[in-house]
């Protein structure tokens, strides 16, 4: 394949997703920075909303704790802990509780039993693996590459398997995000933690979120499929 007509698929697998990446990245940082100005109505910080959205899941063994940074929050199901970044622990805003909410939701998912998010865990180690070997094979693949079969062909096809395993993590986060979004937002109209009005803020800052795990496969994705095209487009012209 020549480098020309090459051109339009590295554009179109490589550049695209990443361009939809900063737009995604844009997104989330925007929608976060404007609904972390609007306190709720209520008054409850996200460790209380956390609270109360587990405890109506009936989960009483989960840890809330505060961690430093920005957007840092996580849910550990190894560990039953449910980490908020400071404000988002602290804070009253529509932002806070929709982040808090959310890791609540996984907390019930964690509890519940649900089928993604337990598949979602017995890959999360070989994909830590993957992203080791993918991110080699990315380095110096590319460098030793001199067509089918050689070293360098060797080690691209390894990243091609890494990557492969890296996108069925990052497909089936998916639906584990958007069910965690999805109670959050039920759960927190439902308990009286937030007016319907007040959702907007919630529903921008989550739907963004969203986009951002959207963005992330799209990219891993995209060079998956180009490393493909290089490694068969090599024994094509043996
Ligand atoms: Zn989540």
Not at 64 to 79: A, F, K, Q, R, S
Not at 134 to 160: D, E, P, R, S, V
């Amino acid at each position: 394949m020549s480098f020309i007509s090459h051109l339009p698929i590295w554009l179109l697998l490589i550049v695209v997703p990443m361009i939809f990446g900063f737009y995604a990245q844009m997104k989330i940082r925007r929608a976060y920075a404007r609904n972390v100005q609007i306190l709720s109505r209520g008054g409850l910080t996200g460790r209380e909303a956390a609270e109360a959205v587990m405890r109506s899941a009936g989960i009483d063994n989960v840890e809330i704790v505060e961690v430093p940074g920005e957007l840092t929050d996580h849910y550990d199901p190894l560990n039953h802990r449910l980490a908020l970044s400071e404000h988002n622990y602290n804070g009253t805003s529509l932002a806070a509780l929709g982040v808090a909410a959310h890791e609540a939701g996984h907390a019930i998912q964690h509890k519940v039993g649900y089928k993604m998010m337990s598949f979602r865990q017995t890959l999360a180690p070989a994909t830590q693996i993957a992203s080791g070997v993918a991110n080699f094979a990315m380095m110096f693949g590319i460098y030793l590459f001199t067509g089918h079969g050689g070293f360098g062909y060797n080690i691209m096809l390894m990243g091609a398997i890494a990557l492969g395993i890296i996108c069925v993590f990052q497909f089936v986060t998916l639906p584990v995000e958007f069910d965690a979004s999805r109670r959050a937002k039920v759960q927190l109209v439902n308990l009286g933690i937030l007016d319907r009005d007040e959702m907007k803020g919630v529903h921008e800052t989550l739907d963004a979120a969203g986009l951002t795990y959207i963005a992330a496969f799209t990219a891993s994705l995209g060079y998956l499929l180009h490393i493909l095209m290089i490694l068969s487009g090599s024994r094509r012209n043996d």
